[in-house]
T-cell receptor, first 112, second 112 residues
């Protein structure tokens, strides 16, 4: 049974600070890792994806992957109130077109 | 570019009725995924297709659920007969090979 674990939160962060979201996964064969943002009542929106160990940066977002520890994280720098949402970590086993296994998400609140 | 299009956006029906959800993937995407989201279980993969062929339907909860993809631009998810526990938000997503999945706006289904 493939599992993806996230702290449900809420995680409360002051505006302008760094928000750190974490995720662990059970399947050592996992190849691809994704972070989706979901606003209440909306669909998941892709934020970042990472395939290799290390860091990947895109604007204010940095994804970090450590396959040995089976750990993925998302850092949001200069947090804005508009970043308040649920962040879903997702894992894919294969390199091709396989379905995603999602964590239940972390609810992030950015306090003005 | 048009994203993944789902219909209807909302469906309310009585227990025992047949429900059909529809999805049009992004043009050029050859993989299509159906997910279900509930508060208790989070976002779960139901079934996915590659090049219109069902690849993995292990997430389909019961025989009451069926999915088809008659061509590259259309898929249906059918529930017959529907039950109150089927109430959830159903998402369709599509991707091309090695690319991340993009989600539609979802269908909010309520079975009374």
């Amino acid at each position: 049974q493939k599992e993806v674990e996230q702290n449900s939160g809420p995680l409360s962060v002051p505006e302008g600070a760094i928000a750190s979201l974490n995720c662990t996964y059970s399947d050592r064969g996992s190849q691809s890792f994704f972070w989706y943002r979901q606003y209440s009542g909306k669909s998941p929106e892709l934020i970042m994806f990472i395939y290799s160990n290390g860091d990947k940066e895109d604007g204010r977002f940095t994804a970090q992957l450590n396959k040995a520890s089976q750990y993925v994280s998302l850092l949001i720098r200069d947090s804005q109130p508009s970043d308040s949402a649920t962040y879903l970590c997702a894992v894919k086993s294969g390199g091709g077109a396989d379905g995603l296994t999602f964590g239940k998400g972390t609810h992030l609140i950015i306090q003005p | 570019d048009a994203g993944v299009i789902q219909s209807p956006r909302h469906e309310v029906t009585e227990m025992g009725q047949e429900v059909t959800l529809r999805c049009k993937p992004i043009s050029g995407h050859n993989s299509l995924f159906w997910y279900r989201q509930t508060m208790m279980r989070g976002l779960e993969l139901l079934i996915y297709f590659n090049n219109n062929v069902p690849i993995d339907d292990s997430g389909m909860p019961e025989d009451r659920f069926s999915a088809k993809m008659p061509n590259a631009s259309f898929s249906t998810l059918k529930i017959q007969p529907s039950e109150p526990r089927d109430s959830a938000v159903y998402f369709c997503a599509s991707s091309s090979w090695l690319q991340p999945q993009h989600f539609g706006d979802g269908t909010r289904l309520s079975i009374l």
